[in-house]
């Protein structure tokens, strides 16, 4: 067994001076290894949670602020000069996450385009032809990457529905114009995709605060005999704003809320859930399992707007009772 380092005592709370490692910066697994710290002493670093996986290939200390300059100078460690970042890639630069479910176990690679007209031949890397114009590129910090407009026509294009959806809600969030999204649908007339991008763009908004709740958001908006959601809504007591709800029909009182963040536990929920529900509101809660991979919570949402609408009173079909 190899000995350990006099860097990485049992009890090290995060990395310090005496790790060879950057502690300001990205770095690969090249650099590492140049450093004196093997792929298997890496493993047990991210696995000890002392360094996080930033990109395919690339790390840093698990104290590093995540900024765009940050993220910038990680894909300049993996990314050609001449290269566009695109796709989730972009949208990652652009401060918009959309990595794939299976990213806790493998980061996917980084997705480019090559403007010399020949493909990116790196691990790391995936590239792709794309037809770009002078004003679908630009460059942060370095780093040539495809404008947020172009990145979210793109996405909403080329994703499935589910992706597509939280990545315009995501990047209308980051800035984008929902005017011009919708104005520069036609200019992929023809093109793969752009029949659900036409679907998908009138429905985006800025209000989901992760790509589950906007997942959870189409499902709600696909569910027949639903009313529109409202995104994070405030439930207000006494005039003064209490709680908010991830999606809510106000009407009715009813909610659905996305569970799957790691401080957002039943324990912690359960005085919130009490008073909302003295309140009169009907919360329903979706974990992971119910809307991803293939989840599909239709029916415990139509089922939940229904008991929202007999407890309101609201609506009562002729001939029936109130029942709990």
Same mark, same amino acid.
């Given at each position: !067994?190899t000995p350990?380092?006099g860097w990485?005592?049992?009890?090290?709370?995060l990395?310090?001076?005496?790790?060879?490692?950057?502690l300001?910066e990205?770095f690969?697994?090249?650099?590492?290894?140049e450093r *004196?710290v093997?792929? #298997?002493?890496?493993?047990?670093l991210?696995a000890?949670?002392?360094?996080?996986?930033?990109?395919r290939?690339v790390?840093?200390?698990a %104290?590093?602020?995540?900024t765009?300059e940050?993220?910038a100078?990680?894909?300049?460690l993996?990314?050609?000069p &001449?290269?566009?970042?695109?796709d989730?890639?972009a949208a990652?630069l652009?401060?918009?996450?959309?990595?794939?479910r299976?990213?806790v176990?493998? !980061?996917p690679?980084?997705e480019?385009?090559?403007?010399?007209? &020949?493909?990116?031949?790196?691990p790391?890397?995936?590239?792709?032809e794309? %037809?770009l114009r002078?004003?679908?590129? !630009?460059v942060?910090?370095?780093?040539l990457v495809?404008?947020?407009l172009? #990145?979210?026509?793109d996405?909403?294009?080329?994703?499935n529905r589910?992706e597509a959806?939280a990545a315009l809600? *995501?990047?209308l969030r980051?800035?984008v &114009?929902h005017e011009?999204?919708?104005?520069?649908i036609?200019?992929f007339?023809?093109?793969r995709g752009v029949?659900?991008?036409?679907?998908?763009a009138p429905?985006?908004?800025?209000?989901?605060?992760?790509?589950p709740?906007?997942?959870l958001r189409l499902? =709600?908006?696909?569910?027949s005999? !639903?009313?529109?959601p409202?995104?994070?809504? =405030?439930?207000?007591?006494?005039?003064?704003?209490?709680?908010?709800?991830?999606? #809510?029909?106000p009407?009715?009182?009813?909610?659905?809320?996305?569970?799957?963040r790691?401080?957002h536990d039943?324990?912690?929920?359960a005085?919130?859930l009490?008073?909302?529900?003295?309140?009169g509101w009907?919360i329903?809660?979706?974990?992971?399992?119910?809307?991803y991979p293939?989840?599909?919570p239709?029916a415990r949402?139509?089922?939940g707007c229904?008991?929202?609408r007999r407890r309101?009173?609201?609506w009562v079909? %002729?001939?029936?009772?109130?029942r709990e």
């Open positions: !067994m350990r380092p990485l005592p049992e009890d090290l709370p990395l310090d001076e005496r790790c060879p490692l950057p300001s990205p690969t697994t090249a650099q590492a290894r *004196g093997s792929r #298997t002493r890496l493993a047990t991210v000890r949670g002392l360094v996080r996986p930033v990109l290939g790390y840093a200390v %104290q590093v602020v995540d765009i940050f993220r100078a990680a894909l300049e993996v990314v050609p &001449s290269a566009v970042v695109t989730r890639t990652w652009h401060g918009v996450d959309l990595l794939p299976s990213a176990h493998r !980061m690679p980084v480019v385009y090559s403007r010399n007209g &020949s493909r990116v031949r790196r790391a890397v995936a590239s792709g794309r %037809q002078d004003e679908d590129v !630009m942060v910090d370095g780093v495809t404008t947020k172009r #990145t979210a026509l996405l909403g294009r080329r994703r589910f959806l809600d *995501g990047l980051a800035g &114009s011009e999204l919708l104005a520069n036609e200019r007339r023809g093109e029949v659900q991008l036409r679907g998908l429905l985006a908004d800025p209000r989901p605060e992760s790509p709740e906007s997942v499902h =709600w908006l696909d569910a005999g !639903m009313p529109p409202e995104p994070q809504q =405030w439930v207000y007591d006494a005039g003064y704003p209490r709680y908010r709800i991830d999606l #809510t029909c009407e009715l009182k009813y909610g659905a809320e996305y569970n799957g790691a401080f039943e324990t912690s929920d005085p919130r009490e008073w909302l529900d003295e309140d009907v329903d809660g979706f974990g992971d399992g119910d809307i293939r989840g599909d239709t949402l139509q089922a229904q008991l929202a309101s009173g609201l079909p %002729q001939g029936h009772y109130l």
